[in-house]
């Protein structure tokens, strides 16, 4: 069939490819507008992190303002969310396809993290998207993960920037995920992933270009009472 959606074209009538590609959409936009770090700090903490630090609903944000044991509820919630979105857009597509193309689990990894930059019950108001970004690379290709996620880990560690590592491994995912997966929709798909990733860290890129930005330390601020 091939990596991307060309042979799920050919393979489905018209009406059910589309069907299948709106389901899965649908489907993972709203697993990932569960975003973590929204849930347990609004409904647990009773203190929504979005009120705090840079108003960013994302993983960094709240291990800055609340720290603690929860961090790794955040962290477990935003990955698991995008895993189920993958493996239930791969089962309902096998139900239908002898083999399920690549190109679905981009799809749905798009829609899980347009979700959970994006949710529709919060205010449109979410994360980054470098959690759910780096956990689709681990779902897809241990090459492109080691790539992603080793260029993340070197440039946090020697810059302290998560932004600039995040960015910069943005923009190898797509670039990576064509060398191993040569498909147009494919690349496509991973593009667009970048894209919103870049957009979430606009105000970050202007920051490291200006030395403004704020360095990443354990040592996470105090929220006042």
Request: proline share 3%.
């Amino acid at each position: 069939m091939g990596y991307g959606i060309t042979g799920l074209v050919t393979e489905l009538s018209a009406g059910v490819t589309v069907f299948l590609l709106i389901a899965t959409a649908v489907l993972s936009y709203f697993l990932g507008c569960l975003n973590g770090a929204v849930i347990v700090s609004k409904y647990i903490l009773q203190d929504d992190v979005r009120d705090h630090g840079s108003g960013n609903a994302g993983l960094t944000n709240f291990y800055r303002t609340f720290g603690g044991k929860l961090t790794f509820a955040v962290i477990a919630a935003d990955m698991m969310k995008m895993v189920i979105a993958v493996f239930i857009s791969s089962v309902l597509c096998s139900t239908v396809l002898v083999a399920v193309p690549i190109f679905i689990r981009f799809w749905a990894g798009l829609f899980c993290a347009l979700g959970h930059m994006f949710p529709c019950m919060f205010q449109f108001r979410g994360g980054k998207g470098i959690l759910s970004g780096g956990t689709l690379a681990l779902l897809l290709d241990w090459r492109i993960t080691l790539v992603v996620w080793g260029i993340f880990i070197i440039l946090v560690a020697v810059t302290k920037l998560v932004s600039l590592g995040s960015c910069v491994a943005s923009v190898l995912f797509p670039i990576m995920s064509v060398i191993i997966f040569p498909a147009p929709s494919v690349f496509l798909c991973a593009l667009c992933v970048t894209a919103l990733i870049l957009w979430q860290h606009r105000g970050n890129i202007v920051r490291i270009l200006h030395g403004e930005e704020s360095k990443f330390s354990f040592q996470r601020k105090q929220v006042k009472p």
